[in-house]
């Protein structure tokens, strides 16, 4: 079976968004794949964080995603700052990288476009990132636009060590994920639900109570024709709201819309806030009894023991490739 990595940022809180465009995805793959899933809670103190919130966060996220049904019987999870041979490979990995290939990366000129005090780690992420990949040899790595770049340069720093110092590192290949259906915030049909957004009624967040939950959606911006279908250029808001209800029911857009051919808005509202409200009533019970138990500490201690094992054995080979140590 193929080695699949991802990490799952404990930057922000997860929504609705996450679940249906995200979370699925990683859910489906643990059935075709042997699964690694970490938290790079180091890439996310390349920005300024609060240290509790960080750290309830990494651990709100893991019974969050274990609650909407991430197994972890299936799949290796684990802290990236947990296994300190993250951090060793990639000072090595620094040194065999140029400095034209890393001010190459477009996240780094986008982040820090107009502010002022960028860290260094914000811009030496990329390769840190290439440490968390190579350790463990997976055959793939999920990744969006935005960060296939730097799989790209994970697989350009590999293929130049193996170079010069022999065959050491399995070179990955990045891999377009199984995205779901792309919801869309509440309040501006136009633009993705996102945990950064600055209008928090646009965005449904999982944990979210059923009141919230409710007048988010029967506030949710539409427009005045009345008529429901699909037509996301022409009507975003409805098309949204018809998405999200396909996706949780797990029916087509064109039986969604068949089911809501008679209805008014405020109908298809209700219904809407009805299957999410749901949804969310058995992902937030299920969380409730993680995060108040046992659970993660028992999945984290039992695989953060595995991946240092797998990692020292290659960063020791690395290490003694490049000529440190006795």
């Not at 620094?94 to 860290?119: D, H, P, V």
């Not at 022999?166 to 919801?183: N, Q, R, W």
């Not at 809407?272 to 949804?279: G, I, L, P, Y």
């Amino acid at each position: 079976m193929k080695k699949i990595l991802t990490g799952l940022q404990p930057s922000g809180e997860l929504t609705l968004g996450s679940l249906i465009g995200g979370i699925s995805g990683s859910i489906r793959y643990q059935d075709m794949y042997d699964s690694y899933i970490f938290v790079p809670d180091m890439h996310a103190i390349t920005v300024e964080q609060d240290p509790k919130l960080l750290k309830e966060r990494i651990r709100k996220n893991v019974a969050l995603y274990i609650a909407c049904g991430l197994d972890p019987n299936k799949n290796t999870i684990y802290i990236q700052s947990e296994n300190l041979y993250h951090a060793n490979l990639s000072w090595i990995l620094e040194c065999t990288t140029y400095m034209g290939e890393a001010s190459r990366m477009t996240q780094f000129k986008e982040k820090s476009r107009n502010k002022e005090n960028i860290s260094v780690g914000l811009f030496t992420y990329p390769i840190l990132m290439a440490s968390d990949i190579l350790l463990y040899s997976p055959d793939l790595v999920p990744t969006g636009i935005d960060q296939k770049q730097h799989v790209e340069l994970a697989r350009d720093i590999a293929t130049r060590f193996n170079n010069k110092y022999g065959e050491t590192f399995k070179i990955p290949e990045p891999m377009i994920p199984l995205v779901g259906a792309k919801i869309k915030d509440l309040q501006d049909p136009t633009k993705k639900m996102s945990k950064s957004s600055e209008n928090p009624k646009g965005i449904i967040y999982l944990l979210d109570e059923e009141n919230v939950v409710r007048k988010k959606i029967m506030s949710a911006v539409t427009d005045s024709d009345g008529k429901i279908f699909y037509d996301e250029e022409n009507k975003p808001g409805i098309s949204n709201l018809l998405t999200i209800y396909a996706c949780l029911k797990e029916i087509s857009i064109e039986d969604a819309v068949e089911h809501f051919k008679d209805s008014n808005y405020g109908g298809l509202k209700k219904e809407v806030a009805d299957v999410v409200v749901e949804k969310l009533n058995d992902i937030q019970n299920k969380y409730n009894e993680i995060i108040n138990s046992n659970l993660i500490d028992e999945i984290l201690d039992r695989d953060i023991k595995k991946v240092n094992e797998e990692a020292k054995e290659k960063y020791e080979e690395v290490r003694n490739k490049v000529g440190l140590g006795r």
